[in-house]
């Protein structure tokens, strides 16, 4: 069975760096992008980007182009989200997903979301 | 503003038929891009309802139904039940923006 794993919420400063991860089972870590979903506090769903996981090739919104970086580690079916300087603004939920049925790009599998909150 | 257009809100009694539009443009969905509808219950992941504009996954009720035509599309959801409230979603991907696009999410009250 296809599961997405999350790491634990997170309470930050403003201006602190930050990495969360997002771990694949039950299939092979490098057949399927992963892709990272921003929910800010009552409002909707934002593309944040994605990567590939065989070549680690990215592709971000642009409303989150180089405030993010999206990463992976094919050995140990690990992908990741990082913030270098973080913002009272990036206070959000995060969900990683995938999509596993093939030439379709929609999000089938869905981390169980981590939770960041940054505040001074 | 979301590239996507939905209504933020719409309602229902149990057992009568809602449908919710989602409108792009000629970048996303009137490029011909596929429509993906998703449920959203607080402080859970979104679950995938409906995908390539009207393909239901396995255990999705057959109460939901999507349809797509030039830059628009709608998701439908008939005989109402309270289990249906939840905010919902479409998605697809834009041309320009090179990547894929939520709408900005209907939340359906059950009347």
């Known amino acids: 069975e296809v599961q997405l794993v999350q790491s634990g919420a997170e309470v930050k400063k403003p201006g602190e760096s930050l990495r969360i991860s997002c771990k694949g089972s039950g299939y092979t870590f490098t057949s399927y992008w992963i892709t990272w979903v921003r929910q800010m506090p009552g409002k909707g769903l934002e593309w944040i980007g994605r990567i590939d996981p065989s070549d680690s090739y990215t592709n971000y919104s642009p409303s989150f182009q180089g405030h993010v970086t999206i990463s992976a580690d094919e050995s140990i079916s690990t992908a990741y989200l990082q913030w270098s300087s973080l913002k009272a603004s990036d206070t959000a939920m995060y969900f990683c997903a995938t999509h596993t049925l093939v030439g379709v790009s929609s999000f089938d599998y869905w981390g169980q979301g981590t939770l960041i909150t940054v505040s001074s | 503003q979301s590239v996507l257009t939905q209504p933020p809100s719409v309602s229902g009694a149990p057992g009568q038929r809602v449908t919710i539009s989602c409108t792009g443009s000629?970048?996303?969905?009137?490029?011909?891009?596929?429509v993906h509808w998703y449920q959203h219950l607080p402080q859970t992941a979104p679950k995938l309802l409906i995908y390539?504009?009207?393909v239901r996954p396995s255990g999705v009720p057959d109460r939901f139904s999507g349809s797509k035509s030039g830059t628009s599309a709608s998701l439908a959801i008939t005989g109402l039940q309270a289990e249906d409230e939840a905010d919902y979603y479409c998605?697809?991907?834009?041309?320009?923006?090179?990547?894929?696009?939520f709408g900005g999410g209907t939340k359906v009250t059950v009347l």
């Open positions: 390539t504009n009207n």
């Open positions: 998605q697809s991907y834009d041309s320009s923006l090179s990547g894929s696009v």
């Open positions: 000629s970048s996303n969905i009137g490029a011909g891009y596929d």
